[in-house]
T-cell receptor, first 110, second 115 residues
Framework: DAKTTQPPSMDCAEGRAANLPCNHSTISGNEYVYWYRQIHSQGPQYIIHGLKNNETNEMASLIITEDRKSSTLILPHATLRDTAVYYCIAPGGSARQLTFGSGTQLTVLP | SAVISQKPSRDICQRGTSLTIQCQVDSQVTMMFWYRQQPGQSLTLIATANQGSEATYESGFVIDKFPISRPNLTFSTLTVSNMSPEDSSIYLC????????????FGPGTRLTVL
């Protein structure tokens, strides 16, 4: 697994975009970047993943830099229900085991 | 996404006893995993539950302490044996789906407290 680095916590105002950064400078060429989140007392929830190109789904957008050393998860209109710990993971091309780091505690403020 | 259920959702157990946690998926899946989340910590992978063969354990976890069964493609159990207060954690199962090679869907977790 590539090592990922995330800020321990962030705040965001409700209705504004939440931009969560992740550094994965040791990522290899075939490693995807995955984002999960864990709302308090629940199991982690898959959000999005990407390899090289930017990705968007119904939950979020993922922006990956051209050198692939960092990425940003964007929640375009954060709500109070988006308050959670967000994990950025680069599990490796052949490994299925997810290694969860400390993640970023996002708090959406009313 | 998969619908995953776990039983029990929570339990309080005495030191030295064992607890078996069940994980049921609404469709057949190839890969099932068991994780532990200690209080205030992130998730740690315990083992991969293989259908028809012995589970594959991560470093620091052994079969005698965490025996796992996987009788079919929709069900698995994790037993926490000879429990101590240090085993107090949330135990989660997850499954891999075809959305991506490492995309996993997690159950709601079992909150275990050992007195």
């Amino acid at each position: 697994d590539a090592k990922t680095t995330q800020p321990p916590s962030m705040d965001c105002a409700e209705g504004r975009a939440a931009n969560l950064p992740c550094n994965h400078s040791t990522i290899s060429g075939n490693e995807y970047v995955y984002w999960y989140r864990q709302i308090h007392s629940q199991g982690p929830q898959y959000i999005i993943h990407g390899l090289k190109n930017n990705e968007t789904n119904e939950m979020a957008s993922l922006i990956i830099t051209e050198d692939r050393k960092s990425s940003t998860l964007i929640l375009p209109h954060a709500t109070l229900r988006d308050t959670a710990v967000y994990y950025c993971i680069a599990p490796g091309g052949s490994a299925r085991q997810l290694t969860f780091g400390s993640g970023t505690q996002l708090t959406v403020l009313p | 996404s998969a619908v995953i259920s776990q039983k029990p959702s929570r339990d309080i157990c005495q030191r030295g006893t064992s607890l078996t946690i069940q994980c049921q998926v609404d469709s057949q899946v190839t890969m099932m995993f068991w994780y532990r989340q200690q209080p205030g910590q992130s998730l740690t992978l315990i083992a991969t539950a293989n259908q028809g063969s012995e589970a594959t354990y991560e470093s620091g976890f052994v079969i005698d302490k965490f025996p796992i069964s996987r009788p079919n493609l929709t069900f698995s159990t994790l037993t926490v044996s000879n429990m101590s207060p240090e085993d107090s954690s949330i135990y989660l199962c997850s499954v891999e789906r075809t959305r991506g090679p490492d995309t996993q869907y997690f159950g709601p977790g079992t909150r275990l407290t050992v007195l």
